[in-house]
Antibody, heavy 124, light 109 residues
Framework: QVQLQESGPGLVKPSQTLSLTCTVS??????????WSWIRQPAGKGLEWIGRIYTSGSTNYNPSLKSRVTISVDTSKNQFSLKLSSVTAADTAVYYC????????????????WGQGTLVTVSS | SYVLTQPPSVSVAPGQTARITCGGN??????VHWYQQKPGQAPVLVVY???DRPSGIPERFSGSNSGNTATLTISRVEAGDEADYYC????????????FGGGTKLTVL
């Protein structure tokens, strides 16, 4: 079955850019009508959707983060990536990548599966 | 943007039934999905499209959705069900497509 794995630096300095990559295994990132997403969770808090990308390259971002977020896809490597610029301590969180299944006629979409998550700390 | 409201905590004795609610304006018109998150682990989908279960999820987990409230029901609760539970909808009408509830901590007494 499809598995996702996040990778990237665990420590980022304030004002710099956070960069993470999600590697998809057990299936092609290009197969099926899936959206590939990033979600984050500050310690002790709830889940926040960051954004998603379709394999065509079309993206959609959380309006609260839109000015700082870029999500890209590399189908040749079966990976998609997240860049979050101008980070502050408020961006410290566990970052998850996940596959989003969307059924447009039913206006329904959910996340399955998820990566194990990676903690990113913003600190000097 | 669309708002989902969950109670912060629910407690239940082993063997009893736990009900976790998710409130939203006319949520019955949307499809609701539920995730279980145990400490230090990633969320796991336990119910999708209001009441469907992914393969591998016990039948003890069920869902319903009507009016302004969706409910995740866990029957015959076990100690291993203790976790945080999040509801989520896909809101095609706004830029914030994927919305999560604040989460509910289920404590098994």
């Amino acid at each position: 079955q499809v598995q996702l794995q996040e990778s990237g630096p665990g420590l980022v300095k304030p004002s710099q850019t956070l960069s993470l990559t999600c590697t998809v295994s057990g299936g092609s990132i290009s197969s099926g009508s899936y959206y590939w997403s990033w979600i984050r969770q500050p310690a002790g808090k709830g889940l926040e959707w960051i954004g998603r990308i379709y394999t065509s390259g079309s993206t959609n971002y959380n309006p609260s983060l839109k000015s700082r977020v870029t999500i890209s896809v590399d189908t040749s490597k079966n990976q998609f990536s997240l860049k979050l610029s101008s980070v502050t301590a408020a961006d410290t969180a566990v970052y998850y990548c996940a596959r989003a299944i969307v059924v447009v006629p039913a206006a329904s979409g959910w996340f399955d599966p998820w990566g194990q998550g990676t903690l990113v700390t913003v600190s000097s | 943007s669309y708002v989902l409201t969950q109670p912060p905590s629910v407690s239940v004795a082993p063997g009893q039934t736990a009900r976790i609610t998710c409130g939203g304006n006319n949520i019955g018109s949307k499809s609701v999905h539920w995730y279980q998150q145990k400490p230090g682990q990633a969320p796991v989908l336990v119910v999708y499209d209001d009441s469907d279960r992914p393969s591998g999820i016990p039948e003890r987990f069920s869902g319903s959705n009507s009016g302004n409230t969706a409910t995740l029901t866990i029957s015959r609760v076990e100690a291993g069900d203790e976790a945080d539970y999040y509801c989520q909808v896909w809101d095609s009408s706004s830029d914030l497509n994927w919305v999560f509830g604040g989460g509910t901590k289920l404590t098994v007494l």
